[in-house]
């Protein structure tokens, strides 16, 4: 009898110390993302809660998010990641064109692109062709997309594209201030969330922008005269990332899943939620008594000839990340010319 108590109890202490000095893998883990632009904008009311709820499922519970707004600017996001001040983050790679290039190849005005296929395309080829590249060092990049087209809106009316020169336009950076140097305009560079004070207040023209914005952001108050190019003058492209030292916190089981949810179909969601969130936006301001305007078929034309030479230019400013770049913009027009829509 006591012999086999002091086995029961031998074993008791065993599993006991085996349980304290197991890491704490199986304890319920909060993913904080900072976040910006309006809580209403398709980013924080559609794309972030819907990929939180796969991330909660695919951990069955043990992870879930907290959308953390104002943190910082946007160009700041990824070094509170980097540092480990916060757990994720997305960002505008215009923001900090010093230090990402490669993301410019999204960018690119003239591809006929949904925003869903371009985003997968930009996850696939950095996946295949960027990967070493120390852009995104200290970080885990999750997913990239695209907003929609930009476009031309202005204070006041214009005739045409050549009625830009010299104008002050708000630019994002990236690919956008490059057609902007083409165009001739006067480029005002600033975040998203101080354009608004920036045109309401005569410092800016006008503004290279997504239609989504329009609405979300209540530009069309304050330029109320909008003009599109069929594709657009740029796309803009976005990066979403994850602190190592949240993922290290996770078991491996849990981290996996995180992925999973990620990369193709991330980029995918977001993609298409800022694709549909343009439609919604041209609606709203069409309703709200904003013109919107088509160019006309020469501006188009002209607008083409104009941009002749920004793929070299590109390809030639990337040349120090030492990256195949032109096979990479090759076969990312190749993905989104023969993009069939994922199942989400």
């Not at 214009?158 to 902007?180: A, C, F, H, Q, W």
């Amino acid at each position: 009898m006591f012999k086999s108590n002091l086995v029961k109890a031998s074993l008791g202490l065993i599993t006991s110390t085996l349980f304290l000095t197991q890491p704490a893998f199986s304890s319920q883990h909060e993913l904080k993302i900072a976040t910006w632009l309006s809580p209403m904008q398709t980013m924080n009311s559609d794309v972030l809660p819907t990929w939180g709820k796969w991330i909660e499922a695919a951990t069955e519970g043990r992870v879930t998010i907290k959308l953390e707004y104002d943190l910082a600017h946007p160009k700041s996001l990824i070094e509170l990641v980097e540092d480990g001040a916060v757990d994720a983050a997305w960002t505008f790679h215009g923001y900090l064109p010093g230090r990402f290039r490669l993301s410019q190849l999204a960018e690119l005005p003239g591809n006929q692109a949904t925003g869903e296929a371009a985003s997968v395309a930009h996850w696939r080829v950095h996946k295949q062709y960027f990967t070493n590249s120390f852009e995104y060092e200290g970080v885990e990049i999750v997913g990239f997309f695209v907003h929609g087209p930009g476009q031309v809106h202005m204070r006041e009316p214009i005739n045409s594209l050549k009625d830009l020169k010299g104008k002050k336009i708000r630019v994002g950076g990236g690919i956008s201030t490059e057609v902007g140097k083409l165009l001739e305009v006067s480029g005002v560079s600033a975040p998203a969330t101080k354009a608004y004070e920036m045109l309401s207040q005569g410092v800016a023209d006008g503004l290279f922008m997504q239609m989504d914005m329009m609405k979300a952001a209540r530009f069309k108050d304050v330029a109320p005269y909008s003009y599109k190019l069929p594709t657009g003058l740029y796309l803009g492209s976005f990066g979403i990332f994850i602190s190592p030292q949240f993922m290290d916190k996770l078991s491996k089981e849990d981290q996996e899943a995180i992925r999973a949810v990620s990369g193709d179909k991330l980029s995918a969601l977001a993609g298409r939620y800022w694709a549909k969130a343009d439609d919604i936006g041209e609606a709203d301001i069409i309703a709200s008594g904003s013109q919107v305007s088509n160019f006309s078929s020469e501006e188009v034309t002209y607008f083409n000839q104009l941009i002749q030479g920004l793929d070299e230019q590109w390809i030639q400013s990337v040349k120090s990340r030492k990256v195949d770049a032109k096979a990479a913009l090759t076969e990312f027009r190749h993905i989104v010319s023969n993009y069939e829509p994922m199942e989400l």
